[in-house]
């Protein structure tokens, strides 16, 4: 049952972090409730590292071990941020963290895949770069800039959404 649950848990748990982000931008939530998000999340992150470290030791499931191993950091510099008031930037680089760290695993994966799995995740990636670059310059742009910001995160999100549905579905 844990085999399964490390193979399809996933495709939930990725639309619905960036819901939460998108619910985080919108003012929706608290900072301890962004706070208990991203400790959850980085002990997900290690529990599936550490359970499935053999599993994703070759080909496209190596790439995404490093995508979850980099993103550990990345998750905790999102904990740090909100535990402690040490300014937007820790919280800046979680979100734009995970925006970023999955695209190269999504065109790897889309690079050795074959049939449909391949645009599938060269759309994935498409979007999440595309995402990430909406965002971040929403980000430079301040705060009148909230619509773009958030349709950045979506954007991310479906992008990331639909990588990892596929995976879930077709492996």
Do not use: C, K
Not at 99 to 127: C, F, I, K, Q
Request: glycine share 10%; aromatic share 6%; proline share 5%.
């Amino acid at each position: 049952m844990l085999r399964r649950v490390r193979e399809t848990a996933p495709a939930g748990l990725v639309p619905l972090a960036w819901i939460f982000a998108i619910t985080g931008h919108l003012d929706r939530v608290g900072d301890r409730a962004v706070l208990i998000a991203h400790v959850v999340m980085s002990v997900l992150l290690v529990a599936f590292v550490v359970l499935s470290w053999r599993d994703m030791r070759s080909g496209v499931l190596r790439a995404w071990r490093l995508v979850i191993l980099a993103g550990i950091p990345v998750t905790l510099a999102g904990a740090a941020g909100a535990a402690a008031d040490l300014g937007p930037i820790p919280l800046l680089v979680s979100v734009v963290g995970w925006a970023l760290l999955p695209a190269p695993a999504l065109w790897y994966t889309a690079r050795e895949s074959a049939g449909s799995a391949r645009p599938v995740n060269a759309v994935a990636a498409a979007l999440s770069l595309a995402g990430a670059t909406a965002y971040l310059g929403a980000v430079v742009a301040g705060d009148p800039a909230v619509a773009v910001a958030v349709a950045g995160l979506a954007i991310v999100g479906v992008g990331q959404t639909v990588g990892i549905v596929d995976a879930v579905v077709r492996y």
